[in-house]
Structure formats: structure tokens, C-alpha cells
């Protein structure tokens, strides 16, 4: 088995709250939330994974801190065998990229497209100077951008052409993994579907490792290869895509995918999957923390807090249960397939005019 291209032990994301000074005042130590709670992951080179969970989850936390945007606490990240420090060289920092979420507020408002590449290739050196002007040319034609969007300010471009250049950005750098941090979350459902494609198509051509955060399990179902379920700012499921869908192991991955609006099914106003909201990172309960929320909680889940284990190397999910048997008929109401956007193949550039 070949060794990870990304690999996480023991990851854990503290942010401090309050005031430091007050606290020793009080003679208290000072106090913290921890978004990212000892996460352990490992993505091979050229994978697909999908990253999944509710608001507050710590999934965005997560991606900030692989691409050095937030300090980590403790626990380490080794990329190609090498560890990644919170001070990163030039070098480093291009192997790592990501794509945010909103595209408006992540491009400069007073640069055209084509400052906002050139300057990219100038600063790190990618291209000799007297090819910098073609190279950002390939870099939008290969987002399936006409290169006339060069001269254009991004208000003058449509929500998804936006985040083809942030695509197109990130692309300059030639970075080895690109992190998607529901980069379509604010576009509408149709680009949506031709921006998948876009970073599936750059992803088998290029040869980049992805990461894809996202609520949307539709989403996450088209474009990677295998899942990982966060809660709390840990790890509750992590399994092949397809088995996640089709036999969710984690009581939270089932809630998840009942949620989803699926093809000939009806919910109800107001009918919910998962009762309740996460606590508060400050209250976090013992034992397993979903077990406030879960179905099927039992003893042992309010005292013991169950390891992300499995069969397999493959197949893991932190519940105490997980791999006992269990009646079919309780999950038939998951038979239905997840309704999902349309992924047909478009042209970008005929179908997302930018405002007039």
C-alpha cells in the first residue's frame, strides 16, 4: 500500500474565548472552544473525498487548517511524507489550494479577472514573464471561460463564472490538492451542476487530489469517491461513498440522508429527521456526543465515547453499534434514491451571462 499524499494524527483546532487577561484575574486558566477535536485521516493521491455535517461541524475549520489559515493546537499534518508547520514556505503553500465559498467577496472588486491571474503568476514565479499573459488565457479556457472575461471586474460576471475564476486562481499555483469549501453552495442549482462537472473534469485530467466540504448530500454523492461524516468536530463516519449511502452505519449519516429530499417521497412542514440542535461547543455532553440527539441511544452511550472503528481499514464509524446486526425494515425509508441536481455536461460560457 502506497503511503498517504495527506495525512492527519490526532488534529485538533482551539480557538481561545474571553479574554486571557481576565482569566488570570480570576486565577482561571483560560477558556476554549475546540472546532477540530483529535480528527486522524488519511487521502490518498488523486482521491475524491467528500466532507459532510452540519453548521458548526468543524468541516471548514478543518479545511483552514490544511491550507495554514488557522494555527492547529495540537496533532500534526504530513503532507508527502513531510509535516506541514503553521509557517510555510512559497513552495508549500502552492501545493495546497482552496476554493471558498463565496465567490463575490473572495475576488478583489477593484481588479479585472486578468490583474487578478497575471499578479498570481508574477508573485510566485509560475511562468516566465513574457508568457504570463498566455498563461492566463489557457487558465480560463481551461475553467471554460472565454478569455475575453480577462478584461472584465467580477461584477460584471455571473455567481458561477466567479467561481470558475476562483477555480482558475487556485489552478495557477498547480497545486497537488485543492480544497472546495462548498464552493457551490451560493450558486444556483443549474450552475451548480456545471461546476461539478467542471471540477470532476479537472480533477481526472489534471490529476489533483480533492476535497469537497459540503452540507449537500447530493452533492458530495456525485463528485467523491469516498465520505467522511463530521459532528462536533469529530469524525462519525468515514466509508466509500456509495456504502454511505446505501447502508449508513452512524445514527447522525442516517438522520443526514433522511433529511435529503428524495425522488416520490413527501415530507411534511415542518417535519424534521434529527430533533434538537448541536450544543454548544462549551456544553459538550459525555459519553458519545450525538447521544442527546440519537434515536437510539442506550447506557453506554452517555458515559463511554465509542472509537472510530470498523471490519476493514476502509470502514469505520464511531458509534458503539454500528456493526451489530439490525432489521432492514427500520431503514426502508432510505430505499429511495437521493434526488439530485442535473450533472449533464454544460458550457459555461453560453449559459452564465454575467448582469447586463
Not at 110 to 132: N, W
Not at 287 to 297: D, K, N, T
Amino acid at each position: 500500500m502506497t503511503a498517504p499524499l495527506l495525512q492527519l494524527d490526532g488534529l485538533t483546532v482551539a480557538f481561545r474565548s474571553g479574554s486571557r487577561a481576565l482569566a488570570r484575574l480570576r486565577g482561571r486558566p483560560a477558556s476554549s472552544l475546540t472546532a477540530v477535536d483529535a480528527v486522524s485521516l488519511e487521502v490518498e493521491r488523486g482521491a475524491s473525498l467528500g466532507i459532510v455535517g452540519e453548521s458548526g461541524c468543524g468541516k471548514s475549520t478543518l479545511a483552514k487548517a490544511l491550507v495554514g489559515l488557522v494555527p492547529v493546537t495540537s496533532g500534526t499534518i504530513t503532507f508527502d511524507g513531510r509535516p506541514l508547520t503553521g509557517r510555510r514556505d512559497r513552495a508549500t503553500q502552492r501545493r495546497v489550494q482552496m476554493v471558498f465559498q463565496d465567490p463575490s467577496s473572495a475576488l478583489n472588486p477593484s481588479r479585472t479577472v486578468g490583474q487578478t491571474l497575471t499578479e498570481l503568476l508574477k508573485v510566485h514565479r509560475m511562468v516566465p514573464a513574457d508568457t504570463i499573459q498566455a498563461r492566463a488565457r489557457e487558465l480560463l479556457e481551461l475553467v471554460e471561460l472565454p478569455a475575453s472575461l480577462l478584461n472584465a471586474y467580477p461584477r460584471r460576471l455571473s455567481g458561477g463564472q466567479r467561481q470558475r475564476v476562483g477555480i482558475a486562481r487556485a489552478l495557477a499555483l498547480n497545486p497537488e490538492v485543492l480544497i472546495a469549501d462548498e464552493s457551490v453552495a451560493a450558486l444556483d442549482v443549474s450552475v451548480q451542476a456545471s461546476v461539478l462537472n467542471l471540477m470532476a473534469r479537472l480533477r481526472e485530467e489534471l490529476g489533483i487530489t480533492l476535497l469537497f466540504i459540503s452540507h449537500d448530500l447530493a452533492v458530495v454523492r456525485h463528485i467523491s469517491e469516498r465520505t467522511v461524516v463530521m459532528y462536533l468536530g469529530r469524525i462519525v463516519e468515514d466509508r466509500p461513498t456509495r456504502d454511505i449511502f446505501t447502508d449508513p452505519r452512524h445514527p447522525y449519516t442516517v438522520a443526514l440522508l433522511r433529511a435529503a429530499p428524495r425522488l416520490g417521497t413527501k415530507k411534511d412542514p415542518g417535519s424534521a429527521a434529527l430533533p434538537g440542535e448541536p450544543p454548544a461547543f462549551g456544553e459538550l455532553p459525555s459519553g458519545c456526543r450525538f447521544h442527546p440527539r440519537c434515536p437510539q441511544v442506550r447506557d453506554i452511550c452517555r458515559t463511554a465515547g465509542p472509537d472510530l472503528i470498523g471490519p476493514t481499514y476502509s470502514q469505520k464509524a464511531a458509534c458503539h453499534f454500528a456493526w451489530t446486526a439490525r432489521d432492514p425494515a427500520t431503514y426502508a425509508d432510505l430505499s429511495q434514491p437521493v434526488l439530485e441536481i442535473g450533472l449533464q455536461r454544460t458550457d459555461a460560457a453560453t449559459i452564465e451571462e454575467g448582469p447586463s
